[in-house]
């Protein structure tokens, strides 16, 4: 089934040592979206890649970056994560934005230490 | 941008139906009506989306009223599976794209 890859499911970092998460997607889709959410408040928009422009959000800290080499793979970046980094990251694509196709993968788990 | 407003939570019986209501009183015409649901420490899955219509679908009606401030989602036969954080989500344009401007969820409970 076409879908949304997160990997790894659970990371344990170190407080700031720099870690990388990776999302890769089979449906070909040219939108694919950074997500943070926290405990019990809904998803927070970081990024997005509409191909392969870059969009980023106002109130994206400059600690989180991401990288796109292509269609299928994305990845997010925290140089220096901090305590409060600690969250669900989730990654999500769409064709255009529009339709029912805004897919979500099944997020990574960020911990802190 | 839209904004939506949900209750917190909301309790159901098993077998029944289970109306989870979203105020968006400052949708703009073009502006879509989207349902996720998120199921402890997954990924949100899709549910419904519609601009001024009625829809249904296999797992949900959405009911959006005629001056489209207001939507309602229905699960007709809730089973303890659909426990879960329901979020209402407006689908605005930006730039060259949209965005999803989410709710705070409402917490479904499905009780035996």
């Known amino acids: 089934d076409a879908m949304v890859i997160q990997n790894p499911r659970y990371q344990v970092t170190q407080f700031g040592k720099p870690v990388t998460l990776s999302c890769s997607q089979t449906?070909?889709?040219?939108?694919m979206y950074w997500y943070q959410q926290k405990s019990s408040q809904a998803p927070k928009l970081l990024f997005h890649y509409y191909d392969k422009d870059f969009n980023n959000e106002a109130d994206t800290p400059d600690n989180f970056q991401s990288r796109r080499p292509n269609t299928s793979f994305c990845f997010l970046d925290i140089r220096s994560p901090g305590l409060g980094d600690a969250a669900m990251y989730l990654c999500?694509?769409?064709?255009?934005?529009?339709?029912?196709?805004?897919?979500f993968g099944s997020g990574t788990r960020l911990t802190v230490v | 941008d839209a904004k939506t407003t949900q209750p917190p939570s909301m309790d159901c019986a098993e077998g029944r139906a289970a109306n989870l209501p979203c105020n968006h009183s400052?949708?703009?015409?073009?502006?879509?009506v989207y349902w996720y649901r998120q199921i402890h420490s997954q990924g949100p899955q899709y549910i419904i989306h519609?601009?001024?219509?009625?829809e249904t679908n296999e797992m949900a009606s959405l009911i959006i009223t005629e001056d489209r401030k207001s939507s309602t989602l229905i699960l007709p036969h809730a089973t303890l599976r659909d426990t879960a954080v329901y979020y209402c989500?407006?689908?605005?344009?930006?730039?060259?794209?949209?965005?999803?401007?989410w709710g705070a969820g409402t917490k479904l409970i499905i009780k035996p």
């Open positions: 400052t949708i703009s015409g073009n502006e879509y």
């Open positions: 449906l070909n889709h040219n939108v």
């Open positions: 989500i407006v689908r605005v344009a930006r730039d060259s794209n949209y965005q999803l401007i």
């Open positions: 999500a694509t769409s064709q255009n934005g529009r339709g029912s196709g805004y897919t």
């Open positions: 519609g601009l001024k219509n009625n």
